[in-house]
């Protein structure tokens, strides 16, 4: 993909210019972030939006259609309040594992971690809950978007099945 230079000097203006309004709003964020994890009762969608923010103005690259979060982040200090923020305002039933998500699905874990690597399956990482000895953050694919993979694979099932159907019988 070829960019024009005005293009990417658009980009790189857009980018600071986002930069420099999330500066004058982090220590709201990183607050809110903080209550969210001490267990006190907050704003989910504010907290998810705050997440977000962070995460994204650290890790996406100035041309990247996604952000790449490296695994250690989530053993930083940073990284363990947000997954903690995450496990108080995103509920267990709104979550699952990419095991039982492959289960769901009838596809290998390994499908599941392509799916996740290639960014067609939302993620989350949150705070594992017991029966883990030890609460590591631990990254959970959204229910919703697992059921949206189920039925996007069985409609693509029943095409295949019709257009077969269709050719066996001219």
Request: aromatic share 4%.
């Amino acid at each position: 993909m070829l960019i024009d230079a005005n293009d990417l000097r658009a980009m790189i203006r857009g980018r600071i210019n986002n930069l420099e309004a999330i500066g004058s709003e982090i220590a709201s964020h990183l607050d809110l972030i903080d209550r969210a994890a001490s267990g006190d009762p907050v704003d989910r969608e504010a907290v998810l939006h705050a997440t977000g923010l962070i995460l994204d103005n650290l890790y996406r690259g100035l041309l990247s259609p996604r952000m790449t979060v490296p695994r250690d982040f989530w053993f930083s200090p940073l990284g363990l309040a947000i997954a903690r923020a995450h496990s108080h305002v995103i509920q267990d039933d709104e979550v699952m594992s990419q095991s039982e998500a492959a289960q769901t699905l009838g596809v290998s874990r390994e499908y599941i971690s392509h799916l996740v690597e290639a960014g067609k399956v939302a993620t989350v990482v949150r705070e594992a809950a017991a029966p883990r000895s030890r609460k590591q953050p631990r990254e959970m694919l959204y229910r919703s978007g697992v059921e949206c993979l189920r039925a996007h694979e069985r409609s693509a099932r029943s095409r295949r099945r019709e257009e077969m159907l269709i050719e066996d019988h001219p």
